[in-house]
T-cell receptor
Framework: NAGVTQTPKFQVLKTGQSMTLQCAQDMNHNSMYWYRQDPGMGLRLIYYSASEGTTDKGEVPNGYNVSRLNKREFSLRLESAAPSQTSVYFC?????????????FGSGTRLTVV | DAKTTQPTSMDCAEGRAANLPCNHSTISGNEYVYWYRQIHSQGPQYIIHGLKNNETNEMASLIITEDRKSSTLILPHATLRDTAVYYCIVRTNSGAGSYQLTFGKGTKLSVIP
């Protein structure tokens, strides 16, 4: 089925370790997003890519980097993981940067930093 | 940025209509209202959006007041599978033609047998 695929689904890191969360969409969407969701909270935007070749900071970008590898793929990197980055990470895509037709979300990556 | 206010939680009897309210009193004239839902720990799912007119699709109806300061999402015949957190979002223009969705805490809807 068409959609947004995130890998891995679960990950446990030690403080200071690095890792990259992968996201790929097969809907030919131009815009992609990374959100984090802490327990009992709404989603907060980390970074977004309005189109291939561009990335911009969202509400909570500190401690993260992103790469829009091509039109399909948008990765999120934690260079030195901290316990405060324990969260569920969601990737999303939209047809164009206005998002007027809505976002499609992946199923999430559950990250625990110990 | 326009903010939204939603009740923290609501209950609805199975088979009845679920009416979820949302206040967005600071909304600008060209800002859209979106509704998403999140079932358990899955990724949010798009439901519906609107600007001024009422909208209906296969999932729900969206009623927007004439002054656009509030809206109501209606699930006409709620089922147990509609139990979820429902987010009312005003899409904000972050400049250079780029828009973002800002999620609040939403309303937890519990559909009761």
């Amino acid at each position: 089925n068409a959609g947004v695929t995130q890998t891995p689904k679960f990950q446990v890191l030690k403080t200071g370790q690095s890792m990259t969360l992968q996201c790929a969409q097969d809907m030919n969407h131009n815009s992609m997003y990374w959100y984090r969701q802490d327990p009992g909270m709404g989603l907060r935007l980390i970074y977004y890519s309005a189109s291939e070749g561009t990335t911009d900071k969202g509400e909570v970008p500190n401690g993260y980097n992103v790469s829009r590898l091509n039109k399909r793929e948008f990765s999120l990197r934690l260079e030195s993981a901290a316990p405060s980055q324990t969260s569920v990470y969601f990737c999303a895509s939209s047809e164009e940067s206005t998002g007027i037709y809505g976002y499609t979300f992946g199923s999430g990556t559950r990250l625990t930093v110990v | 940025d326009a903010k939204t206010t939603q009740p923290t939680s609501m209950d609805c009897a199975e088979g009845r209509a679920a009416n979820l309210p949302c206040n967005h009193s600071t909304i600008s004239g060209n800002e859209y209202v979106y509704w998403y839902r999140q079932i358990h720990s899955q990724g949010p799912q798009y439901i519906i959006h609107g600007l001024k007119n009422n909208e209906t699709n296969e999932m729900a109806s969206l009623i927007i007041t004439e002054d656009r300061k509030s809206s109501t999402l209606i699930l006409p015949h709620a089922t147990l599978r509609d139990t979820a957190v429902y987010y009312c979002i005003v899409r904000t223009n972050s400049g250079a033609g780029s828009y973002q969705l800002t999620f609040g805490k939403g309303t937890k809807l519990s559909v009761i047998p």
